[in-house]
């Protein structure tokens, strides 16, 4: 089992710190979006609430992460992580649709903003979730975390958008920007979170890993001396950063002694140039009866030669 999230420690202190932070500054932004009747500060409480479900899922998450396999769980429980990030990133669209609701409405009718304390709340905010941003960045990179890490950058940018806002309105008197910038930031929260869905339910639908073409690997197995042939490829990926391949190749009538070269040669390739590391090949030498989806070679099963890497 792998578990790229560079060891649960750092990871679970960075997310425990991230949680305390960011309901103190929920705290202060309902209360001062309520005191200067602000929209778009309470769109950022929303924003910051869905960032703490985020964080609290990603806490869990990571404990599940590091969980050993087990009998009945074999792969352990790496995709705990990329639930987590789907129920985060469905969450982002509900929260997202209420604040466009509640822009249009105030649209309508604008209500007196109190600008400088929009601007003072929002600049402790791009403090606050840039440095929360760059904890996470720097603890590991698969999709949980990742997820968390987006909704740490889109608060940061719609904070600083707020601080904007709150300055155009002081300038101006106009205080429909106030909704604007409420929409504004309700699109940002929709495009991270519909990107998150997209990739977590890849994931979970065992697609070809973010990034990987089929083709691109099955020709780099093809050009490993020794092999003759490839079919029945499949790629897919267990946890966010772990993937994993299953495959037939054909190779000459060789002992399996000296195949044991082509399978080492065909695992570095495929780590090295895909950061595969699961692999299930089974060699043959002979053609078999269905390309695809094949089990049972024409010959008999004796000349059959299987190979397992983990």
Not at 18 to 30: K, M, Q, W
Not at 226 to 249: K, P, Q, R
Request: net charge negative; glycine share 8%.
């Amino acid at each position: 089992m792998h578990v790229h999230v560079h060891g649960a420690g750092g990871p679970t202190r960075v997310l425990k710190i991230s949680l305390g932070v960011t309901l103190a500054y929920i705290v202060l932004l309902v209360a001062a979006g309520l005191r200067a009747h602000s929209l778009a500060l309470l769109s950022e409480a929303g924003h910051n609430l869905s960032d703490f479900l985020a964080l609290l899922l990603s806490l869990v998450a990571v404990y599940f992460q590091s969980r050993p396999a087990s009998s009945t769980k074999t792969y352990g429980y790496q995709r705990a992580g990329v639930l987590a990030a789907l129920v985060n990133a469905s969450s982002l669209v509900v929260v997202s649709f209420f604040i466009f609701y509640e822009a249009f409405r105030r649209l309508q009718h604008p209500e007196h903003v109190q600008a400088g304390m929009m601007m003072a709340v929002a600049a402790a905010g791009v403090v606050m979730n840039g440095a929360i941003a760059l904890l996470l960045y720097r603890s590991g990179g698969d999709v949980n975390i990742r997820s968390a890490l987006l909704h740490e950058l889109g608060d940061t940018l719609s904070t600083a958008a707020v601080i904007a806002g709150g300055w155009a309105i002081l300038v101006t008197n106009n205080y429909w920007i106030d909704s604007a910038l409420s929409v504004g930031i309700g699109a940002l929260i929709l495009w991270s979170g519909f990107g998150i869905v997209r990739e977590t339910l890849n994931i979970l639908l065992e697609g070809t890993p973010r990034g990987m073409k089929l083709e691109k690997i099955e020709s780099a197995i093809r050009c490993v001396e020794g092999v003759n042939d490839v079919h029945d490829l499949h790629v897919w990926s267990i946890g966010s950063e772990t993937h994993a391949l299953s495959c037939h190749i054909s190779i000459a009538d060789i002992p399996p002694s000296v195949s044991e070269r082509i399978l080492r040669d065909v695992k570095e390739c495929l780590l090295h140039d895909f950061r595969i590391d699961h692999t299930t090949i089974q060699f043959e030498h002979v053609e078999c009866e269905v390309a695809h989806g094949c089990v049972i070679p024409v010959a008999e099963s004796g000349e059959e030669h299987q190979h397992h890497s983990h």
